[in-house]
Structure formats: C-alpha cells, structure tokens
C-alpha cells in the first residue's frame, strides 16, 4: 500500500493550512479504507497515492479554506449533495469533527460501502441519505436545514444551485466545485438564482499544486426562502435546467 504524501510545504503555500500528525493518519487511513471498498464497488478511479492527494483531499479541502484558517469555528451543519465516493464530504469530516455532515448519494451501494468505511474508521460526525436530491429538499427535516451544501461533480451549475439553495438555511451557503469557468456560466447562473432565493457571493479560483491544473469554488447565499415548488421533480432539474 502506497503513503500518502505529507506535502506540508503544498498545502501551506496554497490553503495556507497543513494537516497535524493525525490528521494526516487519519488521512491514510481513509485512503486505505476508500481503496479497500473500491475493490467491491467502483467509489474512485482516482487510486495512485498523488492523484489521491490532489484530487480528492486537497481539491475536497480547497473548497472549504474560508474555514480552514479557524477549524475551531462554529459548529456547522453540511450535506454533501451526490458524495460519489464520499468528497468532498469525507476529508472534511476528518478536519472539521465538530461539524455535521451529511453524504447524499441516489446509489444506494455506494452510500453502503461509505458507511462501513465511516464505521470502520470510528468516523461519529457523518450521516447518510441514500436518495435524490429533490426528494431530500422536499422532506421538512432536510429542507433549509444545512448551513452549508457541497457539490463537486454533479452536473451544471443552475441544476447545482436548484439542488442546494431548498436544503439551505437563511444565510447558508452553497459551494460549487467547478473546473473551468466561463462568463457565460456565471451570467446563466446570475439570472436564475433570485428565482430560487439565492445570490453569488463570489467565485473564487485556485491552481492545483501538483498538476497546475484549474479549479474554481462558485459561492452562493440564501438570501430568501425558496419557492416550495423547488426543486422540481426528480430529472427534471438535470435534464432541463433553469434558464
């Protein structure tokens, strides 16, 4: 089994951050655990040591470094909305254990193989919700109850912003990790966002530090309730997103 690299030097130049001792253990440990549960159900085709680094735990914390400055912080209440294998939800569950993060995923075996991974990692701060998104924001326990939602990879970015701005509190905020990004995009995004209570806060970009490549954190902000009409029926916000 590979180490993970330390990389203190990386993290600190980029995030202004680095890990402890054991954080970084823990880090190994979620490496070992993610792999372990790939070999049953493909969680990642992200395996090598360095990829793994890069593309799951520095991009997964990136996106959090407003936060990373004061991990003490208050406490927060996160879903992480279509988890995948489990990012960017499960480092920062690591980082920020005071913090209740819950992993959404519509593929109920890969929200099974990420709780045996929790269970076996002793990992108390994470819960699990085995649906669609537009079912959860519909249900009164989930629907504008997070302070913070995550999305990385699940689709463009108006149907992120309808998936995330129901399930956020007045004043929550919405991370959108996004690779490229284009005037178009934000424009696009800009011009339905009142139609769901939020507004764009700020875009945020970053280089990745081992492979230079392009990453950008699009933030949103609850600033009205959302229409109960959203989001709309399961699909349909992917398949015919916001114009």
Same mark, same amino acid.
């Given at each position: 089994?590979?180490?993970?690299?330390?990389?203190?030097?990386?993290?600190?130049?980029?995030?202004?951050?680095?890990?402890?001792?054991?954080?970084?253990?823990?880090?190994?440990?979620?490496?070992?655990?993610?792999?372990?549960?790939?070999?049953?159900?493909?969680?990642?085709?992200?395996?090598?040591?360095?990829?793994?680094?890069?593309?799951?735990?520095?991009?997964?914390?990136?996106?959090?470094?407003?936060?990373?400055?004061?991990?003490?912080? !208050?406490? =927060?209440?996160? %879903?992480?909305?279509?988890?995948?294998?489990?990012?960017?939800? /499960? $480092?920062?569950?690591?980082?920020?254990?005071?913090?209740?993060?819950?992993?959404?995923?519509?593929?109920?075996?890969?929200?099974?193989?990420?709780?045996?991974?929790?269970?076996?990692?002793?990992?108390?701060?994470?819960?699990?919700?085995?649906?669609?998104?537009?079912?959860?924001?519909?249900?009164?326990?989930?629907?504008?109850?997070?302070?913070? !939602?995550? =999305?990385?990879? %699940?689709?463009?970015?108006?149907?992120?912003?309808?998936?995330? /701005? $129901?399930?956020?509190?007045?004043?929550?905020?919405?991370?959108?990790?996004?690779?490229?990004?284009?005037?178009?995009?934000?424009?696009?995004?800009?011009?339905?966002?009142?139609?769901?209570?939020?507004?764009?806060?700020?875009?945020?970009?970053?280089?990745?530090?081992?492979?230079?490549?392009?990453?950008?954190?699009?933030?949103?902000?609850?600033?009205?309730?959302?229409?109960?009409?959203?989001?709309?029926?399961?699909?349909?916000?992917?398949?015919? $997103?916001?114009?």
């Amino acid at each position: 089994m590979d180490r993970l690299p330390f990389n203190g030097d990386r993290w600190q130049s980029s995030l202004q951050w680095q890990p402890t001792d054991a954080q970084q253990q823990r880090f190994q440990q979620l490496y070992e655990a993610i792999l372990a549960a790939n070999r049953q159900i493909n969680l990642t085709r992200i395996t090598t040591s360095e990829d793994f680094w890069e593309k799951h735990l520095w991009d997964s914390l990136q996106g959090v470094a407003p936060w990373l400055s004061d991990p003490q912080a !208050a406490e =927060l209440k996160v %879903v992480d909305i279509g988890t995948g294998g489990g990012f960017p939800g /499960l $480092p920062v569950a690591l980082v920020f254990p005071h913090w209740a993060i819950a992993l959404m995923d519509a593929t109920r075996k890969k929200i099974a193989a990420l709780e045996f991974v929790c269970e076996s990692l002793g990992i108390a701060n994470v819960s699990f919700l085995p649906q669609r998104a537009e079912q959860v924001a519909h249900q009164p326990t989930h629907r504008e109850a997070y302070d913070l !939602a995550l =999305l990385r990879a %699940v689709g463009p970015v108006n149907t992120c912003a309808e998936y995330a /701005l $129901p399930l956020l509190k007045m004043e929550g905020q919405a991370i959108l990790y996004r690779g490229q990004w284009t005037a178009e995009e934000e424009d696009g995004l800009t011009a339905i966002l009142p139609r769901l209570g939020g507004k764009l806060l700020e875009v945020r970009s970053q280089t990745t530090p081992l492979t230079q490549g392009v990453r950008h954190n699009v933030m949103l902000t609850k600033v009205e309730r959302t229409p109960d009409k959203f989001p709309r029926l399961p699909g349909i916000p992917a398949k015919t $997103p916001l114009v």
